[in-house]
């Protein structure tokens, strides 16, 4: 016998104990896996409806917007970034838009834009004025009213990262920017 074996009878015992164990945990597994399959259908059954987005709130509307380009397009107004920023204007309402693109080693994580009225000084946090624009990958994002009535600045914020990114030159959007 070799060393560090049990006797046979010992085997046998450890077996017929192991042979139970498993036994009773198939047992247990199956139990567990339909409670789960009826649990994960009565959690289907039992989940709110929630209504459309455009049907729930007056800021979404129900149709698209679409823009035209005005042929304006700015390469210096970012003087850290190789940002070019066109920009666009909706036909109906005359309002402006604007579409921002960057070489491909520029992209920041989560970079948002924000439109910020005024001169603003600070580069270490978001001026408190500052209107949510959009994320920089967005196609056109939609300016605010007072882009086209007053000297403000675009802020490229890193938000993953919890810092600007840079910031623009104090511009105000019109049709014929110069």
Excluded: C
């Excluded at 929630?50 to 007056?58: L, T």
């Excluded at 978001?126 to 209107?131: C, G, N, R, T, V």
């Excluded at 882009?147 to 938000?159: K, M, R, V």
């Amino acid at each position: 016998m070799p060393i560090g074996m049990p006797p046979i009878e010992d085997r046998k015992s450890v077996r017929a104990m192991t042979l139970k164990l498993r036994q009773r945990h198939r047992l247990v597994i199956a139990i567990v896996g339909v409670l789960l399959f009826f649990l994960l259908i009565i959690g289907i059954a039992l989940r709110p409806m929630f209504p459309p987005v455009e049907a729930s709130s007056p800021e979404f509307p129900g149709q698209t917007v679409t823009y035209s380009a005005t042929g304006e397009e700015r390469d210096d107004l970012f003087a850290k970034s190789n940002v070019s920023v066109r920009l666009f204007r909706e036909s109906e309402s005359r309002t402006l838009a604007i579409g921002l693109s960057a070489a491909k080693d520029f992209l920041k994580p989560d970079l948002l834009v924000y439109w910020s009225a005024g001169n603003s000084t600070t580069t270490e946090a978001l001026p408190p004025s500052a209107k949510l624009l959009g994320a920089f990958v967005s196609a056109t994002l939609p300016l605010p009213s007072e882009a086209s009535t007053a000297e403000g600045q675009l802020i490229l914020y890193s938000l993953a990262n919890q810092e600007i990114v840079d910031v623009s030159r104090t511009t105000q959007f019109r049709e014929q920017t110069r």
